[in-house]
């Protein structure tokens, strides 16, 4: 089955602790998200990628660092800089030519400890 | 800058009664616009879409949205409401290279 898989389901972190969320796809998409959900305020983007080994900063990309070495993996750090990362942790990924169209894994929960 | 603005962060209706989910966009050249379901705890859902064409647009599940030029609307409705649908519901339109996301409306059905 083509889909996008996020892992682990719940993650916890320590303080002063950097963590990894895993994000793959299977559906040749070029483009890939990073969203950020906390209650009320909806998906915020925190990184996007368009390319293999390019990215670009989201509105919220402070305290966190991507990866896009390739096409089909774009994992998220939430550094020891991100102050309050309890969030529920979205990704996302679009094919060319689909007037922008994403479509989102299960998404990661992290909860600091 | 472009901006989603989706009316009434939640909204109950009876099962059975109509859906509606308010969803305004701000920009001068209409975007390509989006809904999006989203069950607790899971990703998001894409319900429909409009891009060009028809202002109607039929999705999933029953519902449909139709554009508004002259409204810069987007509104999302459902005939008769189940209790399936309580969910999270996001509207969002298309910009350069990503989605701009409302601020979701979470839609409750009692029996």
């Known amino acids: 089955d083509g889909g996008i898989t996020q892992s682990p389901k719940y993650l916890f972190r320590k303080e002063g602790q950097n963590v990894t969320l895993s994000c793959e796809q299977n559906l040749n998409h070029d483009a890939m998200y990073w969203y950020r959900q906390d209650p009320g305020q909806g998906l915020r983007l925190i990184y996007y990628?368009?390319?293999?080994?390019?990215?670009q900063k989201g509105d919220i990309a402070e305290g966190y660092s991507v990866s896009r070495e390739k096409k089909e993996s774009f994992p998220l750090t939430v550094t020891s800089a991100q102050k309050n990362p309890t969030a529920f942790y979205l990704c996302?990924?679009?094919?060319?030519?689909?007037?922008?169209?994403?479509?989102f894994g299960p998404g990661t929960r992290l909860l600091v400890l | 800058a472009q901006s989603v603005t989706q009316l009434g962060s939640h909204v109950s209706v009876s099962e059975g009664a109509l859906v509606l989910l308010r969803c305004n966009y701000s920009?001068?050249?209409?975007?390509?616009l989006f809904w999006y379901v989203q069950y607790p705890n899971q990703g998001l859902q894409l319900l429909l879409k409009?891009?060009?064409?028809?202002?109607l647009v039929k999705g999933i599940n029953g519902f449909e949205a139709e554009f508004k030029k002259s409204e810069t609307s987007f509104h999302l409705t459902k005939p008769s409401a189940h209790m399936s649908d309580a969910a999270e519901y996001f509207c969002a339109a298309h910009n350069t290279d990503k989605l701009i996301f409302g601020t979701g409306t979470r839609l409750q059905v009692f029996p």
């Open positions: 990628s368009q390319i293999v080994n390019d990215f």
């Open positions: 996302a990924s679009s094919a060319t030519g689909t007037e922008g169209t994403q479509y």
């Open positions: 920009s001068s050249v209409p975007p390509y």
């Open positions: 409009y891009t060009t064409g028809a202002t």
